[in-house]
């Protein structure tokens, strides 16, 4: 008899640690879903505008988006020109120029996108920076460096005996294709002088 109530001791003992254990499992388990937090991320693809738009301002640059969700979420931009030359409409994200913009002048402009919300103006996510990068139109003439470019050359030489060479730049971006491409003609004197694409 005493080792029937023993086992039976023993048999209700593991009944309850094992409840103690699969309770305390789920409150793990409730936990860890009650703090887990939400992944947010920023959504956008690369910003870019062209120069010199010749179209009424102001000339949509792109969108600021979040995955967040909130009915209270307002779009802020801060830095370079922020609220000046750009400005973002604070319910949609979308990111627009009031001024024409000059490539040469600057080339690309780094702003930060925020989300708040709007009834207590705390941060919904954090802050991200992004590239507004403005596209080259070939608007600039090649100019030479110098006014003057002197040469000399003995005379009888042979034909194609070096004078001089000249040089011109152009300020368009060289990284899109023809736009710096600078080529050279004689206007006078072609019939004694030629000159190649050096120069």
């Known amino acids: 008899m005493s080792r029937l109530i023993l086992l039976f001791s023993l048999f209700l003992a593991a009944a309850f640690a094992d409840g103690g254990s699969q309770k305390s499992t789920q409150n793990l388990c409730s936990n860890d879903v009650s703090h887990k937090r939400q992944k947010r991320d920023w959504i956008w693809n ?46 949609s994200g979308d990111v627009y ?9 600057k080339a690309e402009y780094e702003l930060t996108a925020l989300i708040i919300d709007r009834t207590n103006n705390r941060s919904l996510e954090r802050p991200s920076k992004f590239i507004i990068k403005v596209y080259d139109i070939n608007d600039n003439a090649p100019v030479f460096v110098q006014k003057v470019f002197n040469g000399s050359v003995p005379e009888m030489s042979p034909v194609g005996t070096s ?11 060289p990284t899109v294709s023809g736009h710096a491409t600078v080529t050279y003609e004689v206007t006078t004197g072609g019939e004694y002088f030629t000159i190649d694409d050096s120069g």
Request: aromatic letters at 6%.
């Open 46 to 91: 690369q910003m870019h505008i062209k120069e010199e738009i010749d179209t009424p301002l102001p000339h949509h640059v792109g969108k600021i988006t979040s995955s967040v969700r909130n009915s209270n979420a307002k779009y802020i931009i801060e830095g370079e020109y922020a609220n000046t030359i750009f400005k973002v409409e604070e319910t």
């Open 97 to 105: 120029a009031f001024e024409r913009l000059d490539r040469e002048k």
């Open 163 to 173: 004078v001089t060479k000249v040089t011109a730049v152009d300020a368009d971006d």
